[in-house]
């Protein structure tokens, strides 16, 4: 069996947040981390709300709603109904425990903190030992070009319940945005990276766009693996098999590897896709076949636990 | 029986807000403006809380806990309990409700409204039609001298449960703050001026300490009456008895008297305060005695329509 110390996770919403989670639950946590999707990032009432962030924090803490994967399990919506009583459009669903995430968030923000030593407060009061680190400190945001105009990442993925076709996908100020040193320095200190099974186009995908990153991850020592969020030609959630037709790559874990390509050395497909195993070893991958849905906490730990026994190489 | 068309309130907190009330109930809300003490206001976990025009508006609009005057009816907990699990000490009561008024009113401000023209529209979205007016939108804040140091207002008031002697009360930043064009208009056009039985010393005083205020009520044409808030030598609620005594004047309606020298014209003292009616008439004061405990609506409105059935003249 393989040693893994250093583990670190990239990770959107609520598919990153579950396998994160199972490597929390078979791998120290002092020696993981997960850097996580700060592109879908935004305000609302003025309020700095993480999505992606708060996905993860609260999977991590054991409060996530089960039933959703994202908010808090239990949640109730009273200030929100009051939002809404005060003339305002209650579009995206805030509970009243999450309000105190973003409330807390917005003004550890307003004081001066960056949004890593904020995530790093928030997680370590609700008992997370992991290293959660957002992508960047610098403010990013997804847009995506649907038939008639541009859209907000949650004007498209709330608002409008992804239901647009998606015709581009860009993440504004990305340019302008760095890495942070806790990021670049758990890629350095890796022994094995691996790409959660978030939507590569719009949660993997602006992780790697933030310059500096691509290069760090490709000079990285540790070997690069890949969970595909694609299950049969199609996503388990969300839009990312539509998201991955719009960038003109197939709907499978080809289209993934083609996305990442460069970057991984291996991928991890369900059952379902035994059939690409071949083509994608053809590819240069290592490849590992298993049972990839994470229902429960079990299945998170079990599907962990096998990639991490995993020999896997650095190409 | 007078005709009274613009009617003017200076009002604190509770007490203030039930008179209000009171005479929303009685008199046409069109012609009603009630100016709030603001040297109460004060941020907490970066939102801007303004507790006095917080329980007017809560109490004009029908939402008022009517156990504790403050605060929504039925409200509950769930942000500040799950703030207090990030932990932050969750000293102010703060309902999830009452937290969608913070965060709106916080944004709004954040935006580049005024605190006068955010409270217009809280208020409006809440059916409210009286004015509802901050005293100033410049920030001013109440602070308390107790043995050992100066205390900000709430610091004193709730954290401390007002058990302190108080030595003096100071307005840190009053001599910048400057009154509304909305006050002194409201002033300006009032016929009936009335200081509603809120705390002298801490919720009538800054308003009438706003450079401008004092002035303004001295030239208004209009009669100003007060309505004493210590019946019997006590004050209903709240130390403003206290405070009475610390600003060395007598704790009766004599001592509130005192303290609205040279700008009120009449007071309404208690059943209970009879006997300081010769004494108050031999200060130039019209007095009017009734019962003034407001208990429940019907109380309210009661006595705002003897206060408004008194013919009072103006000085």
Same mark, same amino acid.
């Given at each position: 069996?393989?040693?893994?110390?250093?583990? *670190? @996770?990239?990770?959107?919403?609520?598919?990153?947040?579950?396998?994160?989670?199972?490597?929390?639950?078979?791998?120290?946590?002092?020696?993981?981390?997960?850097? %996580?999707?700060?592109?879908?990032?935004?305000?609302?009432?003025?309020?700095?709300?993480?999505?992606?962030?708060?996905?993860?924090?609260?999977?991590?803490?054991?409060?996530?709603?089960?039933?959703?994967?994202?908010?808090?399990?239990?949640?109730?919506?009273?200030?929100? #109904?009051?939002?809404?009583?005060?003339?305002?459009?209650?579009?995206?669903?805030?509970? #009243?425990?999450?309000?105190?995430?973003?409330?807390?968030?917005?003004?550890?923000?307003? +004081?001066? @903190?960056?949004?890593?030593?904020?995530?790093?407060?928030? @997680?370590?009061?609700?008992?997370?030992?992991?290293?959660?680190?957002?992508?960047?400190?610098?403010?990013?945001?997804?847009?995506?070009?649907?038939?008639?105009?541009?859209?907000?990442?949650?004007?498209?993925?709330?608002?409008?319940?992804?239901?647009?076709?998606?015709?581009?996908?860009?993440?504004?100020?990305?340019?302008?945005?760095?890495?942070?040193?806790?990021?670049? +320095?758990?890629?350095?200190?890796?022994?094995?990276?691996?790409?959660?099974?978030?939507?590569?186009? *719009?949660?993997? +995908?602006?992780?790697?766009?933030?310059?500096?990153?691509?290069?760090?991850? %490709?000079?990285?020592?540790?070997?690069?693996?890949?969970?595909?969020?694609?299950?049969?030609?199609?996503?388990?959630?969300?839009?990312?098999?539509?998201?991955?037709?719009?960038?003109?790559?197939?709907?499978?874990?080809?289209?993934?590897?083609?996305?990442?390509?460069?970057?991984?050395?291996?991928?991890?497909?369900?059952?379902?896709? @035994?059939?690409? +195993?071949?083509?994608?070893?053809?590819?240069?991958?290592?490849?590992?076949?298993?049972?990839?849905?994470?229902?429960?906490?079990?299945?998170?730990?079990?599907?962990?636990?096998?990639?991490?026994?995993?020999?896997?190489?650095?190409?």
């Amino acid at each position: 069996m393989p040693e893994y110390g250093n583990v *670190v @996770a990239l990770a959107g919403g609520v598919g990153g947040a579950k396998l994160v989670q199972g490597l929390a639950a078979v791998h120290p946590n002092n020696q993981l981390s997960a850097i %996580i999707n700060t592109a879908d990032d935004f305000r609302l009432y003025g309020l700095y709300i993480s999505p992606d962030v708060d996905t993860v924090m609260y999977t991590l803490a054991g409060l996530a709603n089960p039933a959703t994967g994202w908010g808090i399990a239990g949640d109730t919506r009273a200030t929100l #109904d009051a939002i809404a009583r005060y003339g305002e459009d209650p579009w995206f669903a805030l509970g #009243d425990q999450d309000f105190a995430t973003h409330i807390l968030r917005s003004h550890y923000l307003q +004081e001066g @903190a960056t949004h890593t030593t904020t995530t790093a407060r928030l @997680a370590a009061a609700l008992g997370i030992e992991a290293a959660l680190l957002p992508m960047s400190d610098d403010p990013v945001a997804t847009e995506i070009l649907t038939a008639d105009r541009w859209l907000g990442f949650q004007d498209y993925f709330v608002a409008r319940r992804h239901n647009d076709d998606v015709l581009d996908v860009r993440f504004k100020s990305i340019e302008a945005a760095t890495p942070t040193s806790e990021v670049l +320095e758990a890629i350095a200190s890796a022994n094995l990276i691996i790409f959660c099974p978030s939507n590569p186009v *719009v949660s993997i +995908e602006p992780i790697l766009a933030v310059p500096g990153i691509r290069e760090a991850l %490709i000079a990285a020592a540790a070997p690069i693996v890949a969970v595909s969020p694609i299950i049969g030609g199609r996503a388990l959630k969300g839009p990312a098999d539509r998201m991955l037709a719009s960038q003109g790559v197939e709907v499978s874990p080809l289209g993934v590897a083609e996305i990442y390509r460069g970057i991984i050395d291996g991928i991890v497909i369900d059952n379902a896709d @035994a059939a690409l +195993e071949a083509p994608l070893a053809e590819r240069g991958l290592q490849v590992h076949v298993s049972q990839t849905i994470m229902g429960d906490r079990s299945d998170r730990g079990r599907l962990a636990q096998e990639i991490l026994d995993v020999e896997w190489t650095r190409a």
